[in-house]
């Protein structure tokens, strides 16, 4: 007896002869992930262009499951949903002011009546004009509406495949508020909703304080998918006592060596011929590299294309690195990069090696501290002259020549092993690919567009927002980069294209055609998603593509019929199984259901 399951979203059944599929003896040449390297050989996707793939029938079904799921979830969470358009009017960006700002990932473009328009990176803009004027009393929020849409950045280095292509597609949800207590209901509500969503979809991610990049606002968190490969976008700090989690980016924590004081008596000026490194320069004192204070110069760029690059120096404790997307925040720039040999010697006058702020001050040369630096004393720094070093210097040494303001910012990268900043146990380190982020935007596109809505006593105000986005495209590229191993994809069953492959060895055989065909018609029967490999290729084919594709099941009906028995494999197992026939359907069927 076969048991039957409610029928699910998909009811749907395929003949593998039938099936609009192209699988690739080898890896694509440009791919470098290996989710990009198995979509693209399992026939998923196909490269259009640069960044630009089209979603092949089994990369549509992935990519509907994963959108099903999230509209669920977001629905039960008391969200609605519209559809917003693709191409935007340049009119709301400029009053929201980030036409001006954005840089080049911005594809603008004229229509025929000279209007200036863009393809849609984001929302934020359009969402906020579609409110105002609705959402126009206090007695109508909250609000939460979300859509499922395309969107197009025209990235410098596409790469990754779908983790970081230019055309992709994602869930934007926007929230509208009277207060900030309801917005931090509503986060904490999208907070919950995402873990629900990822969980449905067999990832295991982790929720991650984060810099909130060109979408804005004060607090922002990203849940990432932790993935041992080498194409995690960042780094994730964690702690395994408390569960403080940020990527590096917004990472923090409690340096577990505070000793930093360079026990040198007097301030000395010392020859140190060709000695250029912090490790060598450690050795020729005999100090720890912490008792260094580092100079590097920068140079930042600006969105607004009008504002010029600008030279930043940035002073940090010897042993420890510059996180550049804080130091692009504390400065206000777009990007920023470390100068070379040339601009360095331009803009302080001296060598790379020998480098400190000493009379920068007039040098049109931007100064930041490390909070790291803080607590130096009696320490080592360049003397800005070449082969020279300075011993025993302190803040209280600095002179309005050298530095106009002491400014302190949060600039470093974390390393693992210091120590947790809310507890103290010493912080991990893994990769993570982001699949999802929410944003508390406050008011910060409302109040430029001049989106309002009326309080209790007749006055204005803008809308308090939050943002959350969903990477519906990224989340099933994610799932691969998570799920595989050397023979192809390990698809979670509940965003499988298909559940289940039956495979009849011998398809000149017609006891093991009809039984594959019975089989294949009692999971139809059962709501199962299933394709038979009714092709006359040899066995090893079907096997190697049933591997390569990722289904979560196969059920192989070959000669042991004649023990009245087929075999059952599950992908992400070993072991194969000999069952009855029913007993593997009924296998089939249970498992999806468990998984429902």
């Not at 935007?88 to 004229?110: D, F, I, T």
């Given at each position: ?15 593998a ?7 690739l ?19 998923f ?41 693709f ?22 473009m ?41 969107k ?11 983790l ?5 597609i ?55 998918v ?12 964690y ?21 930093t ?50 030279p ?16 692009s ?26 480098l ?18 803080r ?13 020279k ?36 146990a ?20 409302s ?15 803008p809308?308090?927002?939050?943002c ?13 980069e ?74 192989t ?18 072991d ?10 009924n ?7 468990a998984?429902?």
């Amino acid at each position: 007896m076969v048991i039957e399951i409610e029928p699910n979203f998909y009811e749907d059944f395929m003949r593998a002869s039938k099936l609009f599929i192209q699988t690739l003896r080898d890896f694509p040449n440009d791919a470098e992930a290996m989710s990009h390297k198995l979509l693209v050989r399992a026939g998923f996707i196909k490269k259009l262009a640069n960044g630009i793939y089209t979603y092949m029938p089994l990369m549509k079904r992935v990519l509907d499951k994963v959108s099903k799921i999230t509209r669920e979830e977001m629905n039960a969470a008391g969200a609605q949903e519209l559809l917003m358009p693709f191409v935007q009017p340049a009119e709301l960006w400029q009053k929201s002011g980030r036409w001006q700002v954005y840089g080049k990932e911005l594809m603008r473009m004229k229509d025929r009546h000279d209007n200036e328009m863009c393809l849609a990176p984001t929302h934020e803009e359009v969402v906020t004009s579609v409110a105002d004027g609705i959402l126009a009393s206090y007695k109508q929020l909250p609000v939460n509406l979300y859509h499922i849409q395309l969107k197009f950045r025209d990235e410098i280095r596409p790469r990754f495949g779908l983790l970081r292509g230019r055309e992709f597609i994602m869930k934007d949800a926007y929230s509208f508020h009277t207060s900030e207590e309801s917005l931090d209901e509503e986060y904490q509500n999208m907070a919950e909703a995402y873990k629900k969503i990822f969980k449905r979809c067999g990832l295991e991610t982790r929720m991650v304080q984060s810099d909130s990049g060109a979408i804005g606002g004060s607090v922002s968190h990203e849940f990432m998918v932790l993935v041992d490969t080498a194409v995690g976008e960042d780094d994730v700090f964690y702690c395994e006592k408390c569960g403080y989690s940020a990527n590096s980016n917004h990472a923090i924590s409690k340096l577990n060596e505070t000793e930093t004081d360079g026990g040198f008596k007097e301030l000395k000026t010392v020859d140190t011929p060709n000695v250029k490194t912090i490790e060598d320069l450690a050795k020729f004192f005999n100090i720890k590299e912490n008792c260094i204070l580092k100079a590097v110069l920068y140079i930042a760029s600006f969105a607004d294309e009008e504002t010029p690059d600008k030279p930043v120096l940035v002073m940090i404790r010897g042993d420890k690195e510059v996180e550049e997307t804080k130091l692009s925040n504390a400065v206000g720039a777009l990007e920023v990069r470390k100068a070379v040999d040339e601009e360095v010697v331009e803009a302080l006058g001296c060598e790379p090696g020998y480098l400190s702020f000493l009379g920068a001050a007039d040098k049109n040369v931007e100064i930041l501290f490390d909070e790291t630096a803080r607590g130096m004393n009696n320490f080592v720094i360049g003397a800005n002259e070449p082969h020279k070093h300075i011993t025993g210097y302190n803040f209280s040494d600095i002179t309005e020549k050298d530095v106009k303001e002491v400014k302190f910012f949060d600039i470093s990268l974390v390393k693992a092993g210091e120590g947790c900043p809310d507890c103290g146990a010493p912080l991990k380190i893994t990769r993570g690919i982001e699949v999802g982020n929410i944003f508390k935007l406050g008011t910060k596109y409302s109040k430029p567009m001049n989106a309002l809505y009326t309080d209790e006593n007749g006055k204005t105000h803008p809308y308090i927002m939050g943002c959350y986005g969903i990477g519906i495209s990224r989340t099933a590229a994610a799932a691969v980069e998570r799920y595989h191993d050397e023979f192809g994809i390990i698809w979670p069953l509940e965003i499988a294209p298909y559940h289940a492959v039956v495979v009849p060895v011998n398809t000149n055989d017609e006891a093991q055609v009809k039984l594959a065909e019975e089989i294949y018609e009692k999971l139809k029967k059962a709501g199962i998603e299933v394709v038979l490999d009714d092709r006359a290729d040899r066995a090893g084919v079907k096997f190697k593509d049933a591997d390569l594709i990722g289904y979560p099941f196969r059920i192989t009906v070959g000669k042991t019929i004649a023990e009245g028995l087929v075999e059952f494999k599950k992908r992400d197992e070993k072991d194969v199984l000999k069952l009855s026939p029913d007993e593997a359907v009924n296998l089939v069927v249970e498992q999806v259901s468990a998984a429902k």
